[in-house]
Protein backbone atom coordinates (compact mmCIF):
# COMPACT_ATOMS: atom_id res chain seq x y z
CA UNK A 1 0.00 0.00 0.00
CA UNK A 2 0.71 3.72 -0.26
CA UNK A 3 2.63 5.52 2.16
CA UNK A 4 1.18 8.69 2.73
CA UNK A 5 2.57 11.39 5.02
CA UNK A 6 -0.32 13.69 6.98
CA UNK A 7 2.27 15.60 8.98
CA UNK A 8 1.86 19.12 8.67
CA UNK A 9 5.47 20.41 10.32
CA UNK A 10 7.99 20.59 8.05
CA UNK A 11 10.93 18.16 8.36
CA UNK A 12 13.63 20.96 8.26
CA UNK A 13 12.35 22.82 11.27
CA UNK A 14 13.21 19.93 13.35
CA UNK A 15 17.04 21.08 12.78
CA UNK A 16 18.19 23.60 15.60
CA UNK A 17 19.59 26.57 14.95
CA UNK A 18 23.57 26.96 15.61
CA UNK A 19 23.73 30.49 16.82
CA UNK A 20 27.57 30.64 17.61
CA UNK A 21 28.77 31.34 14.31
CA UNK A 22 26.20 34.53 14.06
CA UNK A 23 26.86 35.79 17.88
CA UNK A 24 30.57 37.77 16.94
CA UNK A 25 28.62 38.99 13.90
CA UNK A 26 25.65 40.31 15.76
CA UNK A 27 28.01 41.97 18.33
CA UNK A 28 29.84 43.37 15.58
CA UNK A 29 27.39 44.96 14.20
CA UNK A 30 25.86 46.18 17.12
CA UNK A 31 28.93 47.54 18.24
CA UNK A 32 29.43 49.39 15.16
CA UNK A 33 25.51 51.15 15.56
CA UNK A 34 26.36 51.85 18.69
CA UNK A 35 30.27 53.78 17.76
CA UNK A 36 28.46 55.76 15.01
CA UNK A 37 25.29 56.91 17.07
CA UNK A 38 27.68 58.11 19.74
CA UNK A 39 29.74 60.00 17.05
CA UNK A 40 26.69 61.58 15.49
CA UNK A 41 25.96 62.72 19.06
CA UNK A 42 29.31 64.65 19.20
CA UNK A 43 29.40 65.71 16.25
CA UNK A 44 25.70 67.19 16.88
CA UNK A 45 27.60 69.32 19.93
CA UNK A 46 29.64 69.96 17.59
CA UNK A 47 27.07 72.06 15.00
CA UNK A 48 25.57 73.21 17.59
CA UNK A 49 28.63 75.18 19.50
CA UNK A 50 29.64 76.29 16.17
CA UNK A 51 26.26 77.39 15.18
CA UNK A 52 25.97 79.16 18.56
CA UNK A 53 29.33 80.69 17.75
CA UNK A 54 28.36 82.43 14.23
CA UNK A 55 24.69 83.85 15.72
CA UNK A 56 26.93 85.78 18.34
CA UNK A 57 29.51 86.83 15.44
CA UNK A 58 26.59 87.81 13.34
CA UNK A 59 24.57 89.59 16.21
CA UNK A 60 28.18 91.84 16.68
CA UNK A 61 28.56 92.15 13.54
CA UNK A 62 25.02 93.40 12.95
CA UNK A 63 25.35 95.92 15.79
CA UNK A 64 28.66 97.08 14.04
CA UNK A 65 27.22 97.59 10.78
CA UNK A 66 23.46 99.60 12.57
CA UNK A 67 26.35 101.57 14.72
CA UNK A 68 28.24 102.21 11.33
CA UNK A 69 24.70 103.40 9.25
CA UNK A 70 25.53 107.18 10.50
CA UNK A 71 29.40 106.91 8.88
CA UNK A 72 27.27 105.24 5.20
CA UNK A 73 25.37 108.10 5.48
CA UNK A 74 27.25 110.66 5.71
CA UNK A 75 29.37 109.33 2.75
CA UNK A 76 26.47 109.38 1.04
CA UNK A 77 25.81 113.06 1.19
CA UNK A 78 29.38 113.62 0.37
CA UNK A 79 29.46 111.76 -2.71
CA UNK A 80 26.17 113.97 -3.43
CA UNK A 81 28.09 116.99 -2.82
CA UNK A 82 31.37 116.11 -4.76
CA UNK A 83 29.18 115.34 -7.94
CA UNK A 84 27.27 118.62 -7.51
CA UNK A 85 30.89 120.18 -7.97
CA UNK A 86 31.87 118.02 -10.77
CA UNK A 87 29.16 118.88 -12.48
CA UNK A 88 30.25 122.75 -12.62
CA UNK A 89 32.73 123.87 -15.14
CA UNK A 90 36.10 123.49 -13.07
CA UNK A 91 38.71 126.34 -14.51
CA UNK A 92 41.43 125.04 -12.37
CA UNK A 93 41.44 121.99 -14.38
CA UNK A 94 41.39 123.07 -17.48
CA UNK A 95 44.07 125.84 -16.64
CA UNK A 96 46.47 123.46 -14.87
CA UNK A 97 46.25 121.62 -18.59
CA UNK A 98 47.38 124.29 -20.47
CA UNK A 99 49.83 125.57 -17.94
CA UNK A 100 51.31 122.26 -17.96
CA UNK A 101 52.55 122.29 -21.34
CA UNK A 102 54.15 125.73 -21.27
CA UNK A 103 56.40 124.30 -18.67
CA UNK A 104 60.11 123.41 -20.14
CA UNK A 105 62.25 120.82 -18.27
CA UNK A 106 64.26 121.86 -15.73
CA UNK A 107 61.66 124.23 -14.26
CA UNK A 108 58.65 123.41 -11.89
CA UNK A 109 55.98 125.41 -9.89
CA UNK A 110 56.93 125.81 -6.51
CA UNK A 111 53.77 127.47 -5.42
CA UNK A 112 50.06 128.70 -7.77
CA UNK A 113 47.98 131.19 -6.39
CA UNK A 114 44.56 131.61 -8.47
CA UNK A 115 42.59 134.42 -8.29
CA UNK A 116 39.57 136.08 -10.76
CA UNK A 117 41.35 140.12 -10.71
CA UNK A 118 45.03 138.86 -10.56
CA UNK A 119 45.30 135.55 -12.94
CA UNK A 120 47.77 133.05 -11.57
CA UNK A 121 50.19 133.79 -10.10
CA UNK A 122 53.13 131.39 -9.79
CA UNK A 123 56.57 130.73 -8.32
CA UNK A 124 59.23 128.85 -10.28
CA UNK A 125 62.13 127.99 -9.60
CA UNK A 126 64.88 126.49 -12.35
CA UNK A 127 68.30 125.02 -12.51
CA UNK A 128 70.13 127.88 -14.15
CA UNK A 129 69.30 131.21 -15.81
CA UNK A 130 69.55 130.02 -18.99
CA UNK A 131 65.88 127.49 -17.75
CA UNK A 132 64.79 130.78 -16.41
CA UNK A 133 64.74 132.88 -19.89
CA UNK A 134 63.63 129.62 -21.72
CA UNK A 135 60.91 129.86 -19.30
CA UNK A 136 59.31 133.14 -19.25
CA UNK A 137 59.88 132.94 -23.00
CA UNK A 138 57.63 130.30 -23.62
CA UNK A 139 54.94 132.01 -21.08
CA UNK A 140 55.24 134.94 -23.16
CA UNK A 141 55.05 133.38 -26.77
CA UNK A 142 52.06 131.69 -25.24
CA UNK A 143 48.81 131.87 -27.07
CA UNK A 144 46.68 131.31 -23.72
CA UNK A 145 48.61 134.07 -21.14
CA UNK A 146 50.02 137.16 -20.93
CA UNK A 147 52.97 136.86 -18.81
CA UNK A 148 54.46 139.35 -16.26
CA UNK A 149 57.73 138.41 -14.73
CA UNK A 150 57.96 139.48 -10.70
CA UNK A 151 61.49 139.19 -8.59
CA UNK A 152 64.00 136.26 -8.81
CA UNK A 153 66.01 135.30 -6.04
CA UNK A 154 69.20 132.80 -5.71
CA UNK A 155 68.94 130.37 -3.24
CA UNK A 156 71.32 127.13 -2.77
CA UNK A 157 72.00 127.01 -6.51
CA UNK A 158 68.63 127.59 -7.85
CA UNK A 159 66.62 130.70 -8.93
CA UNK A 160 63.53 130.86 -8.05
CA UNK A 161 61.32 133.49 -9.86
CA UNK A 162 57.73 135.01 -9.97
CA UNK A 163 55.46 135.19 -13.06
CA UNK A 164 52.01 136.40 -13.14
CA UNK A 165 49.69 135.11 -16.19
CA UNK A 166 46.47 136.57 -17.20
CA UNK A 167 44.50 134.60 -19.79
CA UNK A 168 44.46 136.90 -23.54
Excluded at 135 to 140: G, N, P, R, V, W
Amino acid sequence: MVNINLTTADAASNKKVDLTKDIPLLIVVLILAVIVYAGLMIYGRTLSDKIQGMNVELSSRTNQLENSSKDVMNFQNRLVSANGLLAQKDEAKATLGELEKDIIPGVYVESYQYSSQSGLDLTCVADNFDDMAKQILSFKNSANYAATVGKSDMNNGKIEFDINLKDK
